[in-house]
């Protein structure tokens, strides 16, 4: 299993729609998640850290599920500007300071 | 307060050359972390640097190797360059404070090798 799975899409939805995505992780010990964006041909950008509790910022809503080791991105009322890879990304086993990332998953939000 | 700078933005270079890419951190961070992303991929974890020292590394074989300065900038640099090594290197900068440490990335070096 790797350590870090993402569905790589693509995914098309259209402008308005809620789109979500999930990430597992195979380490039951990790304590760091974030969700980076990243345009084409570009560095990723922090979107969101994911916190136990689980996390919103505007239309973004970010949640963890320990139990099954995944992570979840919502994003409600797409914009074409969401158009993107989206990047999940966990701690190493027992290496807090070490981040594995998976292959991202792509959103075409289309007019 | 400058992000993060890498440079140089894009480089060709010939199998069996050497080279050298640069990164300076966000004001205020002292680790630097260095990736290589070939296309369709997530970055792949390269090495770390903090305290001028390489702290944790990845799969990389020894001809990748890095630096780290007082200044916290950093180098990494890779010798005997294979066609495989032509991807995009990011350099990300943090701090770790409170137990927690986000990294935040310089626009990246494309590397090209013919």
């Known amino acids: 299993r790797k350590e870090v799975e993402q569905d790589p899409g693509p995914f098309n939805v259209p402008e308005g729609a809620t789109v979500a995505f999930n990430c597992t992780y195979s380490?039951?010990?990790?304590?760091?998640f974030f969700w980076y964006r990243q345009d084409c041909r570009k560095e990723p950008k922090l979107l969101m850290s994911?916190?136990?509790?689980?996390n919103e910022d505007g239309r973004f809503t970010a949640q963890l599920n320990r139990a099954s080791q995944y992570i979840s991105l919502l994003i409600r009322d797409s914009k074409l500007s969401d158009s993107a890879t989206y990047l999940c990304?966990?701690?190493?086993?027992?290496?807090?300071?070490?981040?594995?990332w998976g292959l991202g998953t792509s959103l075409a939000v289309n007019p | 307060d400058a992000g993060v700078t890498q440079s140089p933005t894009h480089l060709i270079k010939t199998r069996g050359q050497q080279v050298t890419l640069r990164c300076s951190p966000k004001?205020?961070?002292?680790?630097v972390s260095w990736y290589q992303q070939a296309l369709g991929q997530g970055p792949q974890f390269i090495f770390q640097?903090?305290?001028?020292?390489?702290?944790q590394r990845g799969n990389f074989p020894d001809r990748f190797s890095g630096h780290q300065f007082p200044n916290y900038s950093s180098e990494l640099n890779v010798n005997a360059l294979l066609l495989g090594d032509s991807a995009l290197y990011l350099c990300?900068?943090?701090?770790?404070?409170?137990?927690?440490?986000?990294?935040?990335f310089g626009p990246g070096t494309r590397l090209l090798v013919l």
């Open positions: 990300a900068s943090s701090m770790l404070a409170g137990g927690k440490e986000t990294q935040y």
């Open positions: 004001s205020g961070h002292d680790t």
């Open positions: 640097y903090y305290e001028e020292e390489e702290r």
């Open positions: 380490n039951s010990a990790s304590q760091s």
């Open positions: 994911v916190y136990s509790s689980g």
């Open positions: 990304v966990v701690n190493a086993a027992g290496n807090n300071r070490k981040l594995i």
